[in-house]
């Protein structure tokens, strides 16, 4: 049973390109829930997918968007690239969205903007 | 704004000694409680959670929670600790019943001497 997978596990690049971060949930999971890490910060939740749409948003700018494919995989899109979004990017998937569901988080992929 | 805090940042133990990691949210209303670990080079796990019952949570390798709703606190407890319990460990809470947007405190990095 595999669990939470995303891709690529690295990532270069420069100010005000554009960036897609890709993740695949554990099996028999239909939610994707995407949190930016930054250096020796917890998570901060990004947004929530469910049903290929936008659920839940955490307090991030427009330049932060994502979706969810049928088959219940997720990309997050970041424009217009700041030095600031340098970080660890965790997707996280669960079943539905009761609160009592456990979320399980991928390894991430850590981007670096220079 | 909802927050949680972590109150040590760093914490160093020898083995056998007892563990207590302080976490306290800000939320008057109903919360859903977890415990995630992260150990060196591997993913954010679920350590374990409360969400309603017996406010005392037991979770796997040893460890358990106890929720004080009068003093909106959740902290980890094991009574004798081990090199292989050396890890970062975060504390984060889904207010109002909902599911996604954990919010999670700036975690507790453990170091566990043999």
């Known amino acids: 049973d595999a669990g939470v997978t995303q891709s690529p596990t690295h990532l270069i690049k420069t100010r005000g390109q554009q960036v897609t971060l890709r993740c695949s949930p554990k099996?028999?999971?239909?939610?994707v829930s995407w949190y930016q890490q930054a250096l020796g910060q917890g998570p901060q939740f990004i947004f929530q997918y469910y049903e290929e749409e936008e659920r839940q948003r955490g307090n991030f700018p427009d330049r932060f968007s994502g979706h969810q494919f049928p088959n219940y995989s997720s990309e997050l899109n970041v424009n217009a690239l700041l030095l600031g979004d340098s970080a660890l990017y965790l997707c996280a998937s669960s079943r539905g969205l009761a609160g009592e569901e456990t979320q399980y988080f991928g390894p991430g992929t850590r981007l670096l903007v220079l | 704004a909802q927050s949680v805090s972590q109150h040590n940042h760093h914490v160093i133990l020898s083995e056998a000694a007892s563990l207590e990691l302080g976490c306290n949210y800000s939320y008057g209303g109903t919360v859903n409680l977890f415990w995630y670990v992260q150990y060196p080079g591997q993913h954010l796990q679920l350590l374990l959670k409360?969400?309603?019952?017996?406010?005392l949570v037991k979770g796997i390798k040893g460890f358990e929670a106890e929720f004080i709703k009068s003093k909106f606190s959740f902290n980890l407890r094991k009574p004798s600790v081990q090199w292989s319990d050396t890890a970062e460990y975060f504390c984060?809470?889904?207010?109002?019943?909902?599911?996604?947007?954990?919010?999670f405190g700036k975690g507790t990095k453990l170091s566990v001497k043999p």
């Open positions: 099996s028999g999971h239909d939610t």
């Open positions: 984060a809470v889904t207010p109002g019943g909902s599911q996604g947007n954990l919010i």
């Open positions: 409360y969400f309603s019952g017996d406010p």
